[in-house]
């Protein structure tokens, strides 16, 4: 019973798997320093002079030491406002890779767990493995949505949600008998004597 539990985890922890590095391989995120090669993202807050370092330089290199850290504000101003820029350009690109990666994703997670459920008379232990893997899959899908593309989350969860019950109600309420005819032909009464 045992091997048959770790089997069914394991097989729906290597589908998810495959699942995500084959979206990885597809769409690969895109990185910062390839958009933007030689641009930096992140740089420090120029500080002002100190008081003391100002009355060390005496009068003279005290206003060119304040006109400098003036001139590297202003530069840092310009930079910033240009990365910010640069970010929101960056933010649409990872949300236009995130959209397809994510209902791809889900879209694998539903054929995965229809078929898992489909199967689950014929197949018992594979269609374990396969429903496990269509969660782990659907979980990654809405994870994914929610960091990178969460106007997607919102579509993500309902669709994982409405297609789990329909799915439940079409396997365990409205065709009930399917699970008690695999319990009962295991045990077949042997009247003809």
């Known amino acids: ?24 391989a597809w769409f690969p995120s895109p990185e910062w320093n390839d958009e933007y090669p030689g641009v ?17 330089l005496g009068e003279g290199e005290a206003v060119i030491r304040m006109q400098e850290y003036e001139a ?3 530069a840092y101003r310009e930079w910033d406002a240009s990365i910010e820029d640069l970010e929101r350009e960056f933010d649409k690109k990872i949300e236009a890779q995130a959209i397809p990666v994510a209902l ?6 539903v054929i995965v767990t229809a078929a898992g459920l489909i199967y689950s008379s014929k197949l ?20 994914w949505c929610f960091v990178f593309a969460p106007t997607i989350a919102v579509l993500a969860v309902g669709v994982g949600l409405v297609f789990t019950v329909i799915m439940g109600y079409f396997k365990y309420v409205r065709n ?3 699970t008690h005819k ?3 032909d295991k045990h077949p009464q042997s009247d003809s004597g």
């Open 176 to 178: 009930p008998d399917d």
């Open 1 to 24: 019973m045992f091997q048959r539990v770790l089997y069914a985890i394991f097989l729906g922890f290597l589908i998810c798997m495959f699942v995500v590095w084959a979206m990885a």
């Open 124 to 143: 018992k232990v594979v269609a374990e493995g396969m429903l496990l893997g269509g969660i782990f899959t659907l979980f990654y899908s809405i994870g």
């Open 40 to 56: 930096e993202r992140y740089e420090e807050l120029p500080r002002p002079p100190s008081s003391e370092e100002l009355n060390y």
């Open 104 to 109: 791809i994703s889900m879209l694998i997670a």
């Open 72 to 74: 590297d504000r202003a």
């Open 182 to 184: 695999s319990g009962n």
